[in-house]
C-alpha cells in the first residue's frame, strides 16, 4: 500500500463526461417519468426542462468550485477549503451516505430489470416462467454479484465511467427516440394537441410535486467533481464535463417525453391515467405501443445499462469521497490507503461496497433511503452555491472557471435547491429522519473517534498553506510583547511564520510601567519602548513584513499582555523565555485565552537558519493540535527536518518500544505536512537524554505540561530543558 494515498491524474474529457452521464442518463427518467406524468400529466416535458435549467444553474457553481479546488472528494472539499473541518465532515458524511444508498438504489433497479428479462427470456425458450426468477433472494443476489463485479473493477483500474455502456445505452435510446419521431411523422397536429391536453391536469401544485420527485433524475454531474483529483488539466475538463454531461441527459430525455406522451399511448387513454396504473413500467408500455415488443426489449435493455452505469459511478464517486475523507483523518486513516500496483483506493473502494451490500441485505424500504439521497443532494446542492458565493468574496485569485452573472446564478440556483429540498422533508418525512439519524450517528464517530486527528491534520493543512485560512474567512492574530531589543527580530521571524503575510497579522506590544510614568521617568521608559519597537519594526521591514505596533501604559506589564490578547482576541501569544519572569510564565500562561509560545534563543539567533527540528514528545495529545500548525508555518517558511523523539524507561520491552514507534511515526506524518522522522529511545533520565540529542539539532519545540490545572501550575521539564539545551528552544501551551 502507498499511505501517502496519491492518485494519478489518468481521466481525461471523455472518462470525465463518462461518469456523469454515467450516473445520469436513464435510470432517474425510466423510474420517474411515470410518477411525473402522474403528478402533473403532459406537462413533465416542462417538469424536466425546468429542473434541467436549475441542475445547470448548480454545474456552474460546482464547475467554479471543482476547478478553483480541484481535488477529489466533491462537496467534502468545498467545505473543507471554505468552511471548517467540522462542517466538512458533515458534508462528507451524508454525502457519502448519499452516493452509497444511490448505489443500492441502481443495484436493485438492475436486478430488478434483470429479473424481468430473465422471465421474459424463460417464457419465450420453455413457455413458463419460475416465480423464484422474481422473487427476493434473486434481486438480491444479481444486485450484489454487479456490485462485487464493479468492486473488483474499479480495484484494478483506476479511470472515469465505463464507455461502452454509456454509448450503448445511449444508442438504443437514440433507436427508441427515433422510432418514436417516425411514429409520430403518421399523427396529425390535432392528434398530437389532443394527446397533450389537458397539459397541466394537477394545476401549479401537481407541477411543483413532481419537479421534486424528478429532479434527482438529473443528478450525477457532481460526481465529475468527486473524481477530480484524477482528472487531467481540470481546469478545463471539469466545467465541460459537467455541461456535456447534462447536455446529453436533457437531450435524451426531453424528446424521449415528447414521444412517449404523444405516440405511446393506446387510443382511449391518456398519459396521466396509463402513468397512474402503471407508474413503474410507463416507458416500456409506450415504448411497446409504438415499436411493438422491440420497443419493450428496448427498455429493458436500457434500463440495464443505465442501473450498472450509474452503480459504477456511484460506488467510484463513493470510494474517492470516502479516500479524501480518510486522508485528512475526518475517516479511519486506513481507509486512504491506495495500492502500490493498482494505484487505486482499495479500503475505500472495498468499505463503501460493503456498507452498499449491507444496506441490500438488511434494508427493506429502499424507497425511503432514495428519498433521503435525494433530500440530501439538494441540501449540498443549495450549500454549494453558498460556498461558492463565499469563494468568490474571499478569493484573490480568480478561479479558472466563473461563473457567469454572479451573484445572480449562485442565489438563484441556491435559492431553487433549497426550496424543493423543504418540499422534499414535508412531502416525505421518513427522508428527513433518516437524514438527521446518519447525521447524528456521524456526530458521534467523529466526536468521539476523529475529532481530535482530523483537527490536526487540518491545523498542519492551515500553516502549510495560508490561502485556506483566507478561504475560511480567517485572519489569526499574533501578540508578541516585545521588552528587549536583542531578540526582536528572531520574535518578528517566528510571528510571522505563525501569522503569514497578507493572511494573518502580528501586533508588537510595549508595555510602559505606569509607576515610572508618575515618578516622572517618562522621557527614560519613553526612549527604551521606542527603541525597542523601532528595532522590532525595522527587523520587520527588512524581512519584508508590516506589523502592527501598540503601546500602553499599565501598572504592571502581564496584567496588561492578557488585557490586550483579550481585547483583540489573539489567537497565539509569542513569548521570549529573556523576557519573561519565570516565576509570572505559569501566571501569564494560565490567564490568556489563546495559545502561547515560549521562545528562548542564543544570541544572533536567525529563523531561516533552521534546518534540523527536535520534537520531543510524552503526552502525544496534549500539544498536538497547536504543535502540527507551528511544524507547518515552519516547513511553510523553508525546508526543514522534523525528527520526533519519545523517551521510554530502560526496563521497556521490545514490544513497548515497537508500539510506541508506529504509535509516534503516525503522529510525525499527521502532524508535519512533509516527511517527519520518529525515533523511541530508552533512557532513566528523559532531561539527560532529551539534552544530548537536542545538542545535534537547530531547534528544539517543547511542550509545556499542564500538571495541576486548578493550581495553575506546569511541569519543570520544559524550562529545565530550554535553560540547559544550547540550542534555541520553542515552548508551546495549548489554549486553555
Not at 416462467?129 to 438480491?140: F, I, S
Not at 441527459?249 to 417525453?257: F, M, R
Not at 440495464?304 to 486513516?333: C, E, F, G, K, Y
Not at 422534499?424 to 466526536?447: F, H, R
Request: charged letters at 15%; proline letters at 5%.
Amino acid at each position: 500500500m502507498n499511505k501517502q494515498g496519491t492518485i494519478e491524474r489518468s481521466i481525461g474529457l471523455a472518462g470525465a463526461t463518462g461518469v456523469g452521464i454515467g450516473a445520469i442518463v436513464g435510470g432517474g427518467i425510466l423510474a420517474l417519468a411515470g410518477v411525473a406524468y402522474a403528478t402533473t400529466g403532459p406537462a413533465t416535458l416542462l417538469v424536466f426542462a425546468a429542473n434541467g435549467v436549475i441542475a445547470v444553474l448548480t454545474a456552474l457553481s460546482f464547475a467554479e468550485m471543482s476547478t478553483a479546488f480541484p481535488q477529489s472528494g466533491g462537496t467534502y472539499t468545498f467545505a473543507k477549503n471554505v468552511l471548517s473541518v467540522r462542517a466538512a465532515f458533515a458534508f462528507g458524511w451524508v454525502g457519502w451516505f448519499a452516493s452509497i444508498v444511490a448505489g443500492v438504489l441502481y443495484a436493485m433497479g438492475f436486478a430488478s430489470y434483470a429479473a424481468i428479462a430473465l422471465q421474459e427470456c424463460a417464457r419465450l425458450l420453455f413457455g413458463v416462467a419460475p416465480e423464484w426468477l422474481l422473487g427476493h433472494a434473486m434481486v438480491a443476489t444479481l444486485a450484489i454479484g454487479a456490485t462485487a463485479y464493479y468492486t473488483f473493477g474499479l480495484i484494478r483500474t483506476s479511470g472515469g465511467g465505463d464507455n461502452w455502456i454509456n454509448f450503448a445505452k445511449m444508442a438504443v435510446f437514440a433507436v427508441l427516440i427515433g422510432g418514436g419521431l417516425w411514429a409520430l411523422t403518421g399523427k396529425s397536429l390535432t392528434t398530437i394537441h389532443t394527446s397533450l391536453t389537458p397539459f397541466l391536469t394537477h394545476g401549479t401544485t401537481g407541477f411543483f410535486k413532481a419537479m421534486g420527485y424528478t429532479f434527482i433524475a438529473l443528478q450525477g454531474f457532481d460526481l465529475i467533481a468527486a473524481v477530480a483529483g484524477e482528472v487531467r488539466t481540470p481546469e478545463r475538463t471539469l466545467p465541460r464535463a459537467m455541461l456535456l454531461s447534462l447536455a446529453a441527459a436533457l437531450g435524451v430525455y426531453l424528446p424521449l417525453l415528447f414521444v412517449i406522451a404523444t405516440v405511446g399511448v393506446p387510443p382511449g387513454h391518456t398519459i396521466g391515467t396509463l402513468s397512474a396504473n402503471h407508474p413503474e413500467v410507463v416507458v416500456a408500455l409506450a415504448a411497446r405501443h409504438f415499436l411493438g415488443e422491440t420497443g419493450f426489449w428496448l427498455v429493458l435493455i436500457a434500463a440495464i445499462l443505465s442501473m450498472l452505469s450509474a452503480l459504477q459511478a456511484n460506488l467510484l464517486a463513493a470510494s474517492r469521497v470516502a479516500l479524501t475523507m480518510a486522508q485528512d483523518r475526518t475517516l479511519p486513516a486506513s481507509i486512504g490507503e491506495v495500492h502500490i500496483r493498482y494505484n487505486t483506493p482499495i479500503t475505500a473502494i472495498c468499505v463503501s461496497a460493503l456498507t452498499m451490500a449491507t444496506l441490500l441485505m438488511v434494508v427493506p424500504d429502499v424507497a425511503a433511503a432514495g428519498a433521503a439521497a435525494s433530500l440530501i443532494f439538494l441540501i449540498s446542492f443549495a450549500m454549494t452555491h453558498w460556498t461558492s458565493i463565499l469563494a468568490r468574496t474571499r478569493r484573490r485569485t480568480p478561479a479558472p472557471f466563473h461563473t457567469p452573472f454572479f451573484p445572480l446564478i449562485p442565489v438563484t440556483g441556491g435559492l431553487c435547491c433549497a426550496g424543493l429540498a423543504l418540499f422534499q422533508a414535508i412531502s416525505v418525512p421518513t427522508a428527513g429522519l433518516i437524514s438527521a439519524v446518519w447525521l447524528g450517528l456521524g456526530g458521534l464517530l467523529y466526536w468521539a473517534l476523529l475529532a481530535r486527528r482530523a483537527r490536526v491534520v487540518d491545523a498542519s493543512a492551515e500553516a502549510l498553506d495560508p490561502q485556506l485560512l483566507q478561504m475560511r474567512g480567517r485572519s489569526p492574530l499574533v501578540l508578541v510583547p516585545v521588552a528587549n531589543p536583542q531578540n526582536a527580530s528572531a520574535m518578528v521571524a517566528v510571528a510571522h511564520a505563525l501569522a503569514p503575510p497578507g493572511v494573518g497579522r502580528v501586533l508588537l506590544l510595549s508595555v510602559v510601567a505606569e509607576q515610572g510614568w508618575r515618578e516622572k521617568e517618562s522621557p527614560h521608559s519613553l526612549h527604551d519602548t521606542q527603541t525597542v519597537l523601532r528595532e522590532a519594526v525595522t527587523a520587520s521591514f527588512t524581512s519584508g513584513l508590516a506589523p502592527e505596533a501598540l503601546m500602553t501604559i499599565a501598572p504592571q506589564p502581564w496584567p496588561e499582555i492578557v488585557r490586550v490578547s483579550r481585547v483583540h482576541r489573539c489567537e497565539s501569544l509569542l513569548l521570549g523565555l529573556s523576557d519573561v519572569n519565570s516565576a509570572h510564565l505559569e501566571e501569564l500562561i494560565s490567564s490568556v485565552a489563546c495559545d502561547v509560545v515560549v521562545l528562548h534563543a542564543p544570541p544572533g539567533w536567525h529563523l531561516e537558519n533552521i534546518h534540523r527540528v527536535l520534537v520531543p514528545t510524552r503526552s502525544l495529545g496534549a500539544h498536538d493540535k497547536f504543535r502540527a500548525r507551528l511544524l507547518g508555518s515552519l516547513c511553510r517558511t523553508g525546508k526543514r527536518e522534523v525528527t520526533f523523539l519519545q523517551v521510554l524507561p530502560e526496563h521497556s520491552s521490545d514490544f513497548q518500544c515497537d508500539r510506541a514507534q508506529r504509535r509516534l511515526t503516525q503522529y510525525a506524518n499527521e502532524e508535519v505536512p512533509t516527511r517527519a522522522d520518529a525515533l523511541v529511545v530508552r533512557h532513566n533520565k528523559p532531561l539527560e537524554a532529551i539534552t544530548d540529542m537536542a545538542n545535534n539539532y537547530d531547534l528544539t519545540v517543547l511542550g509545556l505540561e499542564r500538571i495541576d490545572k486548578n493550581r495553575r501550575q506546569f511541569g519543570q521539564l520544559a524550562p529545565a530543558l530550554a535553560q540547559n539545551i544550547t540550542c534555541a528552544t520553542i515552548m508551546i501551551s495549548r489554549r486553555g
